[in-house]
């Protein structure tokens, strides 16, 4: 069932976070930051939250969902939208998707920048 929150996710969570990351980098790492020390800087949120999500978050997935709460979602919702409930109950794993999802351009970018 979470197979059909991937058009979601990457339209409503990786494209902004895209974004946001960029305008991150832009307005605030490459200010701050000496220019020899920028892809670690760059890398440095993405290694923390790996580690946050390996060690906090992933085990306690199934107590920080709670998909009960969520349970009315789907019912509320049209057919073509239950992959937008999906997401939105098992926000953990989408979370780690759309961090996933973003590491591969921002770090390509600055291996070769």
């Known amino acids: 069932m979470l197979c ?4 979601f996710l990457t339209t409503f969570g990786s494209l902004p976070a895209s974004l946001a ?9 490459v200010p701050s930051c000496p220019p020899e ?3 670690y800087a760059t890398a440095l949120p993405f290694l923390v939250f790996y580690t ?3 060690f906090v978050l992933y085990p306690l997935a199934p107590s920080l969902q709670n998909p009960s709460w969520l349970s009315w979602l789907p019912g509320v919702l049209p057919q073509g939208l239950h992959g937008l409930a999906a997401g939105v109950q098992h926000w953990v794993y989408s ?3 759309v961090v996933g999802d973003l590491w ?3 770090m390509i970018t600055m291996a070769f920048w």
């Not at 990351?21 to 790492?29: E, G, H, K, M, T």
């Open 4 to 7: 059909q929150a991937l058009p």
């Open 21 to 29: 990351y960029f305008n991150f980098y832009r307005n605030w790492l």
């Open 52 to 54: 946050l999500f390996a």
């Open 37 to 39: 020390k920028l892809f």
């Open 95 to 97: 979370l780690f998707f």
């Open 104 to 106: 591969g351009p921002v």
